[in-house]
């Protein structure tokens, strides 16, 4: 499939660029990052974020495995001589075989948390997900701890699962504890109840 842009009044969604390897290796200089982001190189370099751009993204789309975002303000804001620099990256990882289950991976660099752009983000690449019938459900996880991405998925609807290993290994090898969530086409994505208190902010 070749990449699709994804937009609303907050955000467009399009293909992440060559161009944006230089603001992705300031992004990942967040201390956080390797904390939270399982495949994330460490050290972070240049050559990863090119190889990420260039080679990784672009190839998931044409294959159909995993679908990467941009985030970048809307069209409006970007002249037509440039394009708008990049906030953060979402993905959509498809199912495989007869499993309907996706799963939805995000990031945002550290000046622009805590505005919404990630529930708004997510909801563009849900309604997708979703009406395009690739997928049935998404489920989400992130590190115990990691309270943005938990927030952001609570706000966009995700009922939490539990907690249980990731799903994923780490650089070290390990499977940390992960908080775990999911979201069906037919949901009703109002914030839902169960979360973590700490989560939820009581």
């Not at 660029?17 to 399982?38: I, N, T």
């Not at 990031?107 to 805590?114: A, C, K």
């Not at 909801?123 to 309270?147: H, K, P, Q």
Request: aromatic residues 10%.
């Amino acid at each position: 499939m070749l990449p699709v842009e994804l937009s609303s009044g907050v955000l467009r969604l399009d293909a992440p660029q060559g161009a944006d390897a230089d603001r992705v290796v300031e992004y990942c200089q967040d201390p956080v990052m390797p904390s939270y982001l399982a495949r994330l190189p460490w050290p972070y370099r240049v050559t990863d974020a090119t190889d990420f751009l260039t080679g990784y993204v672009p190839a998931a789309w044409a294959d159909d495995q995993e679908y990467t975002w941009a985030l970048r303000g809307p069209a409006s804001a970007a002249s037509s001589a440039s394009v708008s620099p990049l906030l953060g990256v979402i993905s959509l990882t498809v199912p495989v075989g007869g499993d309907r289950a996706s799963s939805i991976g995000f990031w945002l660099g550290p000046q622009h948390r805590g505005r919404g752009l990630m529930v708004e983000a997510q909801r563009l690449v849900l309604d997708w997900g979703f009406t395009t019938g690739l997928c049935e459900s998404v489920r989400w996880e992130a590190v115990a701890g990691n309270l943005a991405s938990a927030r952001a998925a609570r706000k966009a609807g995700f009922r939490y699962t539990g907690l249980g290993p990731a799903g994923i290994a780490y650089r070290d090898g390990t499977h940390p504890p992960s908080w775990k969530g999911e979201l069906h086409a037919a949901d009703d994505r109002t914030p839902a109840q169960g979360w973590p208190a700490e989560v939820v902010g009581a």
